[in-house]
């Protein structure tokens, strides 16, 4: 996947993340590092332990991430770098990257997709030596991102709704009222100060630090300002796309050309203990790739005098750049019916 469509400028992912560094740039000039070329492999430690993620934290399970070797994986969020770039002095900086979970498809999710993180920390003079700095951070957190989110979209109203992050105390997330709705644009906090004190090198003044970090999605953002309306897409080499769009210019509004047709395949089966639904999507995306559009689950029921539960699932099949023919079809829903028996020990009915 090593597509670096972040670091591609006219490419929409590019251009916002452009905009948001420049951002940065803008306002404290010189101050900010911004980093791009991370690997997206790294340690269990670096994307969990080290973010104080709790043992029995969902995202360890490997139904949600993708475990690749021994005590590495593929990094669910770019919040993986924290440590890392602060053991490196980094005090103020934004690490930009493909992140990897596992998960269901529809039109706003794709097992890749690309994260930016911020950090800036501050010293005791910062807050005037008042309190631990807490409230500094959290003030200046709060400015900063309003401010962000007004370059990106314009003079939209804000608001802030409390949420939970294991690596911030406390986490707040940030909305905006935009084209009538109100929409998540991102997590963010004041940072644990085990992760601070834990990872960035003391200074010789030995004052006292505070530090807020942020992470938001890339195409979460992208969708909503360009008007992209499935995150395939942004994978597409489709020229129909690409030219679009223009390096600097967040003002392009995405016109569709014309939407194939969809199909729908049903497939019903008795669940195996190996079945989840992320295992179920992961099985189809690898016999139909990009050309599954949706998995859902349109019906079950359980046997009681069998104990056992039945799913019905319908596979939307379309591709964004052409017509797909009967037989295709038909041959790719054939190859997924025998892979989820053959990897997943269902019993279709
Ligand atoms: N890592 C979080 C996620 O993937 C996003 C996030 C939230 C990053 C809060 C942060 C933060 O740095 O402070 O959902």
Known sequence: MNRNLHRTESHPLGIIKAAIQEYFEGRHPGEFRFFDDLRPIVKTEANFDELLIPEDHVSRSPNDTYYVGDGTVLRCHTSAHQAELLRGG????????DVYRRDTIDATHYPVFHQMEGVRVFEEDDWGGEGDGTAHAEAELRSTLEGLAKHLFGDVEC??????FPFTEPSIELEIFYRGEWLEVLGCGVMRQEILEGNLPAGAS?????????????????????????????WSGDERFL??????????????Y????PCNKDMAFWLSDAFTENNLCEVVRGVAGDLCEEVKLIDEFTN????RTSH?????????????????????????????????????R
């Open 159 to 164: 608001r802030w709704v409390d949420a939970y």
């Open 312 to 348: 019905c699932y319908r596979v939307v099949y379309r591709s964004m750049d052409r017509s797909l023919t009967n037989e295709e079809i038909d041959a790719l829903q054939e190859r997924v019916r025998e892979e989820v028996v053959g990897q997943l020990g269902v019993e279709l």
């Open 90 to 97: 980094h005090a103020a900086f934004t690490c930009t990257g």
């Open 258 to 261: 014309s939407k194939y047709p």
């Open 206 to 234: 030995g004052k006292r630090r505070r530090a807020w970090a942020f992470g938001l999605g890339l195409e979460r953002l992208a969708m909503v300002l360009f008007g992209i309306p499935d995150i395939r897409l942004f």
């Open 304 to 307: 009681p005098k069998l104990g």
């Open 243 to 256: 030219s679009q769009f223009k390096a600097g210019d967040l003002t392009t509004q995405f016109q569709p």
